[in-house]
C-alpha cells in the first residue's frame, strides 16, 4: 500500500511517501523553489516522492492532506465574529484567501496533481486528518515505543494549539486539547516579532538570544513577572490563557499591539537594523524560561493522563531545544522521541501514517526497524556522475578521488587545520537540521571558527551558536546528555570538567566580550551558557559522516566537530550539486568536498556573480 502525505499553504510546505508504513521519501518544496519556508503547493517535492518510489499518481492508494480545511475556516469564520467589529481589514484580507485555499482544497489539489500526470480521481481516496492527528501520528508512528505519550505544541492548527495523546499499537487517542487563541507556539512568536525577528522562521533566533541575558538580574525577574501577571495565566496542568488585549493575531495583521508592549515592558518593539541591548537579551530569556515551564507542565500533565513511560512530541515547539533538553533532564519519562521535522513539513509524514494505521487499521509490528525515520535521510541524492556533470556546467577545477577513505582522511586533516568545509553526501535531511550529509563543518577546538562562520560563511548575526556533531559513543565524555540525539533536537551541558573558568564579572560584560571569551576546549560549539545543541553520529545510520568524525578522532584526540547547515542567512539548505557550488562559490567556505570530489576555493575560476543575490534572500 503507497500513500502520499501533503502539507501545504502556510509554511514549509512538503511531500512524503510511505510504502506498506515505511517512509520511502520525504522533502521540503523550499529546497527545490530555493524559496525558504516555501508555503506553495509542493509540486517539485512530490515529483521527487513519486519518482523515488517508482510510482505514478494513478498507482496511489491514497493521498493525506495534513490538516481539515474546512474546520480551519470555521475557526477563522467564529473569531472574527468573536472579536467583531475588531478584525475587518484583516477579514476582507483573509477570507478569499480562505474560500479559494480552504473550502475547494479537494478540487485544488487533484488540479494540482493533474499538472504533473493524468490520473482518475475518482479512484484515489483523498483524506484529511486532523492538523494535530498529523503531528501526533509523525512523532508516535516513526519512534520505536508501542505505548507512549503524545504532545503536540504549535501555533495553531484548525483549533488545538497543543494536545496530549496516548499512541498503542497503532492507534492514538487524543485525550486534552488546547484551544485558539490561547497558544505559547503564538506567545513565543509574539516576542520573537518584538525582537524584531521574523515570525515562524525567527523563532530559534530567540532561542540562541536567550543565553545571553542575565539570569541573575532583577530585570529578568520583573519581565517574567509582567508577562505571568499581565500576558499569560499558566494553570497547573499547562493549559494557559492570553490576554488577548495586548495582542493582535486572532483579527489583526501584526502579533500584538506594540504601543502596549511598550508601556508593559519599558522599550519600544526591536527593529533590524537596531543594536543589540542587554535589556532584549533579559527579554529573550524570560519568554524562554516561561515556555520551558509551560511545556514542562504540559509534560506532567501528559504523564499523568497516560502513565507511559516514553514520551513522542512534535509541532513546531518540539523545536525548541532547549526546553526539550531541560524536560528530559527532569527524568520525567524514561526517553524522549522527538519528530526532527516536527514543524509542518512533517505533517506530510503523519497524514500519510495516520491514512495507513488508523484509517487503513494496518499492523504497525510489521515496521521493525529502529530508526523508522532513517537519521531523516529521505530526500534527493545524486549519483557521482551527475555530481560530475554539474561541476563541468560550472567549469569547476576539482579532484576526484577513487580511494573514499583517502578523501575522508584529507577532509579530516583540511577541518583539523582550520579550514571551513563544505559536506555534501547522500540523501538531503528531511527537517530544518543539518545531520551530516548537507552541512558546513569546521574545527570545534577552533577559538575563531564561530565569529569566522557567522560573518564570513553564513553572514548571519555574531550571537547565533553552532552545534556539535559527535561520535555517538564519544558524547558522555564531552555532554552531560544521558541519551541519544541523533537530530540535534536536544540541548546538553558541556562537561564541567571542559568548562575555562569565567571572569566574575562575566554578566555584566559587554555581549561581544562575553561572547569571545573562551567557554571550553571546544570554544566553537559551546555556548555563552556552556551548553549546546547536541547530534550524536551512529556509523549504521550515517556511515560516511561517522568515518570523517573517526578520522578526525584519529588526527586530533576529538571526537566531536562544529556542523552547520549548508546554506547562507536567507537562503534553504542545498539541495543539489548546483546549489552546493553557488554556495561554495558565494561564501568564504575554504573547500568542498561533494561526492567523491574535492574542490579547492582558490583554485576555481573566477565567479562573476555580483552580490545581488543578497538583496534577492528574504533574511529571516
Not at 213 to 228: F, L, M
Not at 299 to 320: F, I, Q, R, S
Not at 547 to 564: F, H, I, P, S
Request: glycine residues 6%; proline residues 4%; contains cysteine.
Amino acid at each position: 500500500m503507497t500513500i502520499l502525505g501533503i502539507s501545504a499553504f502556510y509554511h514549509d510546505s512538503s511531500a512524503a511517501i510511505i510504502r506498506d508504513g515505511k517512509i520511502v521519501a520525504a522533502a521540503q518544496e523550499e529546497r527545490f523553489s530555493r524559496i525558504k519556508h516555501d508555503a506553495a503547493f509542493p509540486i517539485s517535492a512530490i515529483k521527487f516522492c513519486l519518482s523515488y518510489a517508482g510510482c505514478h499518481i494513478g498507482e496511489l492508494d491514497a493521498i493525506a492532506f495534513y490538516d481539515k480545511p474546512l474546520l480551519k475556516f470555521e475557526r477563522l469564520l467564529e473569531t472574527y465574529y468573536g472579536f467583531a467589529p475588531k478584525g475587518l481589514q484583516s477579514f476582507l484580507k483573509s477570507i478569499p484567501l480562505s474560500i479559494s485555499d480552504k473550502l475547494f482544497l479537494k478540487s485544488l489539489i487533484h488540479e494540482q496533481l493533474g499538472g504533473i500526470e493524468e490520473y482518475d480521481k475518482d479512484k484515489i481516496k483523498l483524506l484529511f486528518p486532523e492538523h494535530h492527528l498529523s503531528h501526533a501520528a509523525s512523532a508516535f508512528y516513526s519512534s520505536s515505543y508501542n505505548n507512549a505519550a503524545i504532545l503536540t505544541i504549535d501555533g495553531v492548527g484548525e483549533w488545538a494549539t497543543a494536545s496530549i495523546s496516548i499512541g498503542k499499537g497503532n492507534s492514538i487517542e487524543i485525550l486534552k486539547e488546547l484551544h485558539f487563541p490561547h497558544s505559547v507556539g503564538l506567545l513565543y512568536a509574539a516576542f520573537t516579532y518584538y525582537l524584531g525577528f521574523k515570525v515562524n522562521s525567527g523563532e530559534y533566533k530567540l532561542m540562541g538570544l536567550a543565553p545571553y541575558g542575565n539570569p541573575t538580574s532583577p530585570q529578568v525577574a520583573e519581565y517574567i513577572k509582567i508577562i505571568k501577571e499581565k500576558l499569560v495565566d499558566i494553570k497547573p496542568d499547562g493549559s494557559l490563557w492570553l490576554n488577548q488585549e495586548y495582542f493582535n493575531y486572532s483579527t489583526g495583521l501584526t502579533m500584538l499591539h506594540d504601543d502596549k508592549w511598550e508601556k508593559l515592558f519599558g522599550f519600544k518593539k526591536k527593529n533590524k537594523a537596531d543594536d543589540l541591548q542587554q535589556h532584549h537579551c533579559n527579554f529573550a530569556y524570560a519568554i524562554q524560561k516561561v515556555t520551558e515551564e509551560v511545556v514542562y507542565n504540559m509534560a506532567v500533565e501528559a504523564k499523568k493522563l497516560t502513565g507511559a513511560d516514553y514520551l513522542c512530541m512534535a509541532g513546531g515547539v518540539a523545536l525548541n531545544c532547549v526546553a526539550n533538553g531541560e524536560l528530559l533532564r527532569t527524568k520525567l519519562f524514561k526517553d524522549i522521541f522527538i519528530q526532527p521535522a516536527a514543524g509542518d513539513a512533517g505533517g506530510a509524514i503523519g497524514a500519510a501514517q495516520a491514512a495507513y494505521f488508523i484509517y487503513f487499521n494496518k499492523d504497525r509490528k510489521s515496521i521493525n526497524t529502529p530508526d523508522k525515520m532513517q537519521g531523516s535521510y529521505l530526500g534527493p541524492e545524486f549519483s557521482q556522475h551527475e555530481i560530475v556533470s554539474q561541476l563541468k556546467k560550472h567549469k569547476a577545477i576539482y579532484r576526484q578521488y577513487t580511494d573514499f577513505d583517502e578523501l575522508l582522511l584529507k577532509s579530516a586533516t583540511l577541518i583539523s587545520e582550520g579550514a571551513v568545509v563544505g559536506w555534501f553526501q547522500g540523501r538531503m535531511e528531511f527537517g530544518p537540521r543539518a545531520l551530516g550529509n548537507r552541512s558546513i563543518l569546521g574545527d570545534a577546538r577552533n577559538t575563531g571558527m564561530q565569529k569566522k562562520l557567522n560573518l564570513k560563511i553564513k553572514y548571519r548575526e555574531d550571537f547565533r551558536p553552532f552545534a556539535p556533531s559527535v561520535i555517538e559513543e564519544d558524547c558522555s565524555e564531552y555532554f552531560d546528555l544521558g541519551t541519544a540525539s541523533p537530530y540535534m533536537l536536544i540541548t546538553a551541558p558541556v562537561k564541567k570538567q571542559r568548562r575555562n573558568p569565567i571572569p566574575e564579572n562575566y554578566y555584566e560584560l559587554p555581549l561581544a566580550e562575553r561572547l569571545y571569551t573562551l567557554r571550553s576546549d571546544i570554544p566553537a560549539v559551546t555556548h555563552i551558557d556552556f551548553s549546546a545543541r547536541v547530534q550524536t553520529v551512529s556509523k549504521e545510520t550515517n556511515a560516511p559522516f561517522f568515518r570523517l568524525l573517526d578520522e578526525y578522532k584519529k588526527l586530533t584526540g576529538y571526537g566531536v566537530m562544529l556542523n552547520t547547515s549548508f546554506n547562507v542567512r536567507g537562503e534553504p539548505p542545498v539541495c543539489s550539486p548546483e546549489d552546493a557550488y553557488k554556495c561554495f562559490m558565494r561564501t568564504e567556505m575554504d573547500y568542498l568536498v561533494i561526492g567523491n570530489c574535492l574542490l579547492v576555493k582558490t583554485a576555481q575560476p573566477v565567479w562573476f556573480e555580483t552580490d545581488n543575490w543578497k538583496k534577492e534572500l528574504s533574511l529571516d
